[in-house]
């Protein structure tokens, strides 16, 4: 937290991805990242269910377990399921205490304000920290509808920076702005003292966080809002043809990927073999 802190005060820019197992997480840390998430993104990308809303905590810490084990350096945060934190603070205490104590992770992320301060503010002053995150929020899908990009207007853009000013001074370390105008995204990271980390928030941020499925190009389309660094989907199933093909002309394996026996060995074999050949004759 104090790392992404001091990344702000120099004018630096905090680089963050999704990660939701041991080997990327390890891949992504030690390639230099910020800070890992292990998003509730993990319901869409790698459950395969349509919204956030499933997740389990279960499923959750499984994978924060994963994450947190391949991660030497980075900070890592997960995200807090639907129904996880909005059903009382002991609740919340609870899930999120079991974020750091199982599943090995520094701090936890929460979608919202309103009512959620109260939440922060509590997980805080236990020693837990927070990451808040707002703008569209996913596990509020059914709320916004097909409404993707928030604070359009004037009205509702000093709602969110009212709403990130709370959630700063409910103790949040820093917040995540999610599909919201460029303009808008620049304004609340000025007024803010703790860090904003945008995804789909324009260049303004003082860090980006992007679905690594959609950075790696994974997924079969990305939200406008993603880059995608590579087109590795496609990388796959070529190599899974090439796979199949091989497999199935007798070009794989070849010599290089199979194991020797010692010569005396395999002639003791081939000496049995014809033994007991004769037995059975
Ligand atoms: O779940 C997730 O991956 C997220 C990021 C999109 C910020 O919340």
Do not use: W
Not at 160 to 184: K, R
Not at 218 to 238: F, H, N, Q, V, W
Request: charged share 20%; hydrophobic share 45%.
């Amino acid at each position: 937290m104090n790392h992404l802190a001091k990344i702000k005060q120099c004018g630096g820019r905090i680089a963050a991805l999704t990660a939701y197992d041991f080997l990327t997480a390890q891949l992504l840390d030690r390639a230099g990242i910020d800070m890992i998430l292990v998003g509730d993104s993990l319901a869409n990308v790698v459950l395969g269910y349509p919204t956030t809303l499933p997740v389990t905590m279960e499923e959750m810490l499984h994978h924060a377990k994963a994450v947190a084990r391949g991660v030497a350096r980075a900070l890592t945060v997960a995200d807090m399921p639907f129904l996880s934190y909005q059903t009382g603070l002991d609740d919340a205490v609870r899930n999120a205490g079991r974020f750091l104590k199982e599943g090995g992770v520094e701090a936890v992320k929460l979608e919202g304000a309103g009512p959620i301060l109260a939440v922060v503010e509590r997980l805080v002053q236990l020693g837990i920290p927070v990451l808040g995150h707002l703008g569209y929020t996913p596990q509020s899908v059914h709320r916004f509808g097909s409404n993707i990009v928030q604070a359009k207007t004037a009205a509702r853009a000093g709602e969110l920076l009212n709403d990130a000013m709370a959630l700063e001074g409910a103790g949040a370390f820093a917040v995540v702005l999610e599909c919201v105008p460029a303009e808008v995204a620049r304004l609340i990271t000025e007024r803010l003292t703790v860090p904003t980390i945008g995804i789909g928030a324009g260049p303004f941020c003082d860090g980006q966080i992007l679905v690594l499925h959609d950075a790696l190009g994974l997924t079969p389309r990305s939200p406008r809002l993603a880059k995608r660094y590579l087109e590795l989907g496609g990388m796959i199933a070529d190599a899974a043809r090439s796979y199949i093909r091989e497999v199935r002309e007798g070009a794989f394996p070849a010599a290089e990927h199979c194991y020797e026996m010692p010569e005396d060995e395999l002639r003791a074999l081939a000496a049995d073999e014809r033994s007991g050949e004769r037995k059975a004759r």
